[in-house]
C-alpha cells in the first residue's frame, strides 16, 4: 500500500512535494516534532550566547524547557531546566550563575555540570539528606549536544548516531574552516519572525533557482549561471557560487581571511542546509550561522548570526565595515520573506499536490524533502 509521501520518495524528475498538511496542520507539526527535529541533531542556540564560565540560557524549544550552561572548564551543557525534586522552572531568563543553580522552589541546588549538590532540609527541619533521596541518581536530565560552528545541535529523543558520525561528509568538506570563528557584536545579531512554515526556509535556502527575481542586487554580480547545486541524499544540501564578491569599505578597507584557505574560496562561497532546521555559509572572510526556531505550523523565527577571523576587539576600525556587511544579509534575507510567507498561504489551496520539481535546479531543494519523508516514514515504521 501506497503512502501519502510515496511521491515525495520519487526521482526528482517525478517526484512530488511534501502534501499540504506537512505545513498547515498542527498534528503533522506535533508528528514533524518528534520524528524530524527530536530524532535528530536540531539546531537551538549559540555558544556566543553564554561566552563565560557561569553564563546559563533559557531556551523554548518546541515547548521543551531547556538550559544552555557554560561550566567552569569553558565547555557547554544542554538539561533540561526542569528541578529533579518538583519540577521546578530553574533559569527563566539569561543570568550568571555565581554559586550553584538553585531551584526558586525549596532551594534544591545543582552544580554547572547538572549533578545535584545540595538538598536543605529534604530529611525534615534541619537535616540536609534522607537515606532515601540518593542525590547522585537526581542530577539534571542532561541533552546529547554538540557546538559546531557555535550552533549548539542537539538530539532530544538520544536515538541519533553521533553528529560527527552522521554528518562526517560535510565536515570533510568544510574542515578548511575548521579554525576559530568570531562573532561580529551586536549588529551581526538579529532575527526574523517569518508568517512560515520552518521546511519553507530550508527549501527557499537550498536553491539559487530564485535569484534573478527575489535578489536582483544579489544577481547582479553573483548570477543564477555562477550557481552549482550541493546535495548529498539524506545528509544536507544547498548551492555554491564560483563568483563571490569580497565586501570592501569606501577607503578599501576588508576583512582578514581565514587562515589557509585553498584558492577554490578565493572568489567561492558555499550555503548549505545543515537538516534538519541549521542554514549555514561560509566565505573566504565571513561566515554564518542560522538556526530556524519552529513556533508553529506558520510562525517560525530565524535567529541569523555573522562570524569572522579575528575577535571584533581586534579590528575596532572594521566595526562599520562589519555593520554594513550586517546590513547588506539581513537586505538579502528579507528578500526571502514574501517568498516562503506566499509559499505558505498557497499551501491552503486544497487542490494542491506538494508541486513539481525542477530537475535541473531543484535537485538541493528534493533532497530535504526526500530526508524529511523518510525520516516521517522511519517514525511510523520503527
Same mark, same amino acid.
Given at each position: 500500500?501506497?503512502?501519502?509521501?510515496?511521491?515525495?520518495?520519487? @526521482? $526528482?524528475?517525478?517526484? =512530488?512535494?511534501?502534501?499540504?498538511?506537512?505545513?498547515?496542520?498542527?498534528?503533522?507539526? !506535533?508528528?514533524? #516534532? /518528534?520524528?524530524?527535529?527530536?530524532?535528530?541533531?536540531?539546531?537551538?542556540?549559540?555558544?556566543?550566547?553564554?561566552?563565560?564560565?557561569?553564563?546559563?540560557?533559557?531556551?523554548?524549544?518546541?515547548?521543551?524547557?531547556?538550559?544552555?550552561?557554560?561550566?567552569?572548564?569553558?565547555?557547554?551543557?544542554?538539561?533540561?531546566?526542569?528541578?529533579?525534586?518538583?519540577?521546578?522552572?530553574?533559569?527563566?531568563?539569561?543570568?550568571?550563575?555565581?554559586?550553584?543553580?538553585?531551584?526558586?522552589?525549596?532551594?534544591?541546588?545543582?552544580?554547572?555540570?547538572?549533578?545535584?549538590?545540595?538538598?536543605?532540609?529534604?530529611?525534615?527541619?534541619?537535616?540536609?539528606?534522607?537515606?532515601?533521596?540518593?542525590?547522585?541518581?537526581?542530577?539534571?536530565?542532561?541533552?546529547?549536544?554538540?557546538?559546531?560552528? @557555535? $550552533?549548539?545541535?542537539? =538530539?532530544?529523543?538520544?536515538?541519533?548516531?553521533?553528529?560527527?558520525?552522521?554528518?562526517? !561528509?560535510?565536515? #570533510? /568538506?568544510?574542515?578548511?574552516?575548521?579554525?576559530?570563528?568570531?562573532?561580529?557584536?551586536?549588529?551581526?545579531?538579529?532575527?526574523?519572525?517569518?508568517?512560515?512554515?520552518?521546511?519553507?526556509?530550508?527549501?527557499?535556502?537550498?536553491?539559487?533557482?530564485?535569484?534573478?527575481?527575489?535578489?536582483?542586487?544579489?544577481?547582479?554580480?553573483?548570477?543564477?549561471?555562477?550557481?552549482?547545486?550541493?546535495?548529498?541524499?539524506?545528509?544536507?544540501?544547498?548551492?555554491?557560487?564560483?563568483?563571490?564578491?569580497?565586501?570592501?569599505?569606501?577607503?578599501?578597507?576588508?576583512?582578514?581571511?581565514?587562515?589557509?584557505?585553498?584558492?577554490?574560496?578565493?572568489?567561492?562561497?558555499?550555503?548549505?542546509?545543515?537538516?534538519?532546521?541549521?542554514?549555514?555559509?561560509?566565505?573566504?572572510?565571513?561566515?554564518?550561522?542560522?538556526?530556524?526556531?519552529?513556533?508553529?505550523?506558520?510562525?517560525?523565527?530565524?535567529?541569523?548570526?555573522?562570524?569572522?577571523?579575528?575577535?571584533?576587539?581586534?579590528?575596532?576600525?572594521?566595526?562599520?565595515?562589519?555593520?554594513?556587511?550586517?546590513?547588506?544579509?539581513?537586505?538579502?534575507?528579507?528578500?526571502?520573506?514574501?517568498?516562503?510567507?506566499?509559499?505558505?498561504?498557497?499551501?491552503?489551496?486544497?487542490?494542491?499536490?506538494?508541486?513539481?520539481?525542477?530537475?535541473?535546479?531543484?535537485?538541493?531543494?528534493?533532497?530535504?524533502?526526500?530526508?524529511?519523508?523518510?525520516?516521517?516514514?522511519?517514525?511510523?515504521?520503527?
Amino acid at each position: 500500500m501506497q503512502s501519502a509521501l510515496s511521491s515525495v520518495l520519487n @526521482d $526528482v524528475n517525478s517526484a =512530488n512535494g511534501l502534501p499540504n498538511e506537512h505545513y498547515i496542520d498542527p498534528t503533522m507539526f !506535533e508528528e514533524e #516534532k /518528534r520524528s524530524v527535529l527530536y530524532a535528530n541533531w536540531s539546531g537551538i542556540g549559540f555558544g556566543k550566547d553564554i561566552p563565560e564560565a557561569g553564563d546559563a540560557k533559557p531556551i523554548d524549544f518546541l515547548g521543551m524547557p531547556i538550559l544552555l550552561v557554560r561550566d567552569r572548564n569553558g565547555d557547554i551543557g544542554v538539561f533540561q531546566n526542569t528541578c529533579r525534586h518538583r519540577g521546578m522552572i530553574l533559569v527563566d531568563k539569561p543570568r550568571k550563575i555565581r554559586g550553584a543553580i538553585r531551584c526558586p522552589y525549596h532551594s534544591w541546588c545543582y552544580g554547572l555540570d547538572g549533578a545535584l549538590r545540595a538538598t536543605p532540609h529534604v530529611g525534615g527541619p534541619g537535616q540536609n539528606t534522607h537515606e532515601d533521596i540518593n542525590i547522585d541518581d537526581l542530577g539534571l536530565l542532561k541533552v546529547r549536544s554538540f557546538v559546531w560552528r @557555535d $550552533v549548539i545541535f542537539v =538530539n532530544l529523543d538520544g536515538s541519533a548516531e553521533d553528529f560527527q558520525l552522521v554528518h562526517a !561528509e560535510l565536515l #570533510k /568538506r568544510w574542515e578548511e574552516f575548521e579554525q576559530p570563528i568570531f562573532h561580529g557584536g551586536a549588529s551581526s545579531s538579529f532575527k526574523l519572525e517569518v508568517a512560515t512554515n520552518w521546511k519553507l526556509a530550508v527549501e527557499n535556502y537550498c536553491e539559487s533557482y530564485h535569484l534573478p527575481w527575489v535578489h536582483p542586487g544579489l544577481n547582479s554580480y553573483s548570477r543564477l549561471e555562477d550557481h552549482y547545486n550541493i546535495q548529498q541524499r539524506d545528509l544536507y544540501s544547498g548551492q555554491g557560487t564560483l563568483v563571490y564578491r569580497q565586501f570592501v569599505g569606501e577607503g578599501g578597507e576588508k576583512f582578514p581571511d581565514f587562515e589557509g584557505l585553498s584558492n577554490k574560496w578565493d572568489e567561492g562561497a558555499e550555503y548549505i542546509a545543515v537538516y534538519p532546521n541549521v542554514l549555514l555559509g561560509v566565505q573566504r572572510d565571513h561566515s554564518f550561522s542560522i538556526v530556524l526556531e519552529p513556533q508553529d505550523c506558520g510562525r517560525t523565527v530565524e535567529h541569523i548570526e555573522l562570524y569572522y577571523a579575528q575577535p571584533a576587539s581586534n579590528a575596532p576600525e572594521l566595526e562599520g565595515l562589519r555593520d554594513s556587511n550586517a546590513q547588506l544579509w539581513k537586505t538579502v534575507f528579507e528578500e526571502d520573506i514574501f517568498v516562503v510567507e506566499g509559499m505558505q498561504k498557497g499551501r491552503h489551496g486544497h487542490l494542491f499536490d506538494g508541486g513539481r520539481f525542477s530537475p535541473e535546479m531543484d535537485g538541493p531543494t528534493h533532497n530535504f524533502h526526500h530526508w524529511v519523508a523518510t525520516q516521517i516514514e522511519n517514525g511510523r515504521n520503527p
